[in-house]
């Protein structure tokens, strides 16, 4: 049995699960699956297609960059590899002296430069030197002790210099599941490890032992894929796909009611995919764990092939294309300027705390195919609306000009997360100042194109290292440059991202693990508890009553009464409106609504959309449901 899915790629290894708040065993243990493919998966699935056609067992099929696999640590498979244990972290201590272990005491004690009439004392002298570790430079030359000198592994050695093993045999062994379960440090560890060995040109192998005894098995995880070249992402992406929702919307006859609303097939209905990959490295974003950091692009025709079969076969459409875009918007044809460079480094970010000199940032191929897709006959209107990384966008002012007065539809959604370098750093995001210059072109370009339009910016509360300070002076922030956030984002932990090891461990996996912190960067301050949690987000809507009472407690709790008063340089008020526990707003769909527990409704049909940004229905927990009813705020 094979698997391939995202869930897989992001729970390949032993990781944090935070609606269980526990580490779980790696999914291939608990799936008991021969082989799982993580990532995109596109080679693998056909190279192991045809394997197993020809007849080869699945359980010899160990050598497939992107899959994962159990191997029993008797597997024969598993002898020739050269193994590197990174199963702790460093423990610094006293150096203590070496001890000859067939010299007597009395040899000891004329070391130390006593007589065998001082046995006793020359032992207790040199114990107690041991065990506190006092061996210094001057006393070793004074007792004409000699330090230890450390050989080279014969095996390793070149002429002349020392020879790594090969690194296509190479393993790193983690520290267990059961380790990393029992040991946060060792988890941010691990993490920080299998970060480290994402790049396809000089990842290694990665091996991780769960279970004791008898039932010990091992999760190999091979090196991810090499990247499709823009040959193969065109093969791909021109198959003869359907380009309809899933069978199981489909009625008795096999048809679709295209008049039906099915919230995931209407967001992609009319969107294409022009690359796969982000070089962004945002800690919280598991993207980069399936689809990597190199960015793998289709070519101008496949793109504007797709653009005419949507305008030919896909049911509904008026002309509109609602997205050219991917995992970001603007890294189309981007990447590292030297292939050499590319496969030797091992960053986790081109763009972050900088943009890397050797990053490409030409957005000329992308502008190309803007004005070549709105140019096809049939086609209205080409819409942007996969997340920008404005810092990159800021590199070709063409590209914003070309954007903003062609394909924002009234709104660009931008994501700066948030204002403060603390968790700003924690992110791996570039500081305001790059929205405030992107934001300055944008305004520009607006008005040279007469249109009125907006920016719409993201931001995360409650992320790892995000204090409560962070919160109130992002709040101001918003206050000050009048934004009145209504759909926000509160962080949660995804399997296997950076943030996420945070989340669990108090420790920033983006720099080394120490047993010990030696740094004040090395701890990160974790947002846990609802209080806290419902604080973090209630800074982000300031303007809503319902949270002016929490924030008046919170404001005055950390010295920042000021804020408190009514007039326009003033957080929140001090009056509290009757609100009926509710915030109402112009986007009704978005409101909150107060319950009536008089009235029941039915249970959720399947299929029905009745929530906003997953368009899944909620949880069927045997719960009695209300209706809803808006209570309006008094005039």
Known sequence: MCWAALKGSLRRIAHYDYWSDKVRRSIVVDAKCDLLLYGNADRAIVEIAHRLAAREPVQKITDIRGTAFVRRPDDETGKDWFEMDSTSVDEPGPVETHINPYQTTSEQAAGQGGSCA????????????????????????????????????????????????????????????EQVKSDPVLYAHASRILHLETNPGNARALVQAHGEGVTARDVWINPPPIP??????????????????????????????????????????FSINIMRGCFGGCTFCSITEHEGRIIQSRSEESVIREIEDIRDKVKGFTGTISDLGGPTANMYRLGCKSPEIEAACRKPSCVYPGICQNLTTDHDPLIKIYRRGRALKGVKKILISSGLRYDLALQSPEYVKELVTHHVGGYLKIAPEHTESGPLTKMMKPGIGNYDKFKTLFDKFTLEA??????????????????????????????????????????????MASATAMYHSGRNPLRKIHRTVESDDENVDVVRGEKRRRLHKAFLRYHDPNNWPLLREALKAMGRADLIGNGK??????????????????????STFLTIPSMVVEKPKPGSMLTQHTGLPPRDTGAKRVATKPIRKPR
């Open 118 to 177: 001082k046995e006793d004392a020359g032992q207790s002298s040199t114990l107690n030197a041991i065990n506190s570790g006092a061996t210094h430079l001057d006393s070793t030359r004074a007792t004409g002790e000699k330090p230890l000198t450390f050989m080279p592994n014969p095996a390793l050695q070149g002429k002349g210099s020392l020879k790594l093993p090969p690194r296509e045999r190479s393993v790193i062994r983690l520290p267990s599941y």
């Open 228 to 269: 499709l070249t823009t040959p193969e992402m065109d093969y791909v992406f021109d198959l003869p796909y359907a380009r309809s929702p899933h069978p199981d919307y489909a009625d008795e006859n096999g048809s679709h009611d295209h008049s039906t609303k099915i919230p995931a097939w209407e967001m992609i209905r």
């Open 450 to 495: 007469g249109k009125k339009q907006f920016l719409i910016p993201y931001f995360i509360a409650a992320h790892p290292g995000t204090s409560d300070e962070d919160m109130m002076n992002l709040a101001i922030w918003l206050k000050k440059n009048r934004f009145r956030a209504d759909q926000v984002q509160t962080f949660y932990p995804s399997p």
């Open 569 to 590: 340089h003033h957080l929140i008020p001090t009056y509290q409106p009757i609100t009926g526990g509710c915030y109402d707003n112009a986007r009704k769909k978005n």
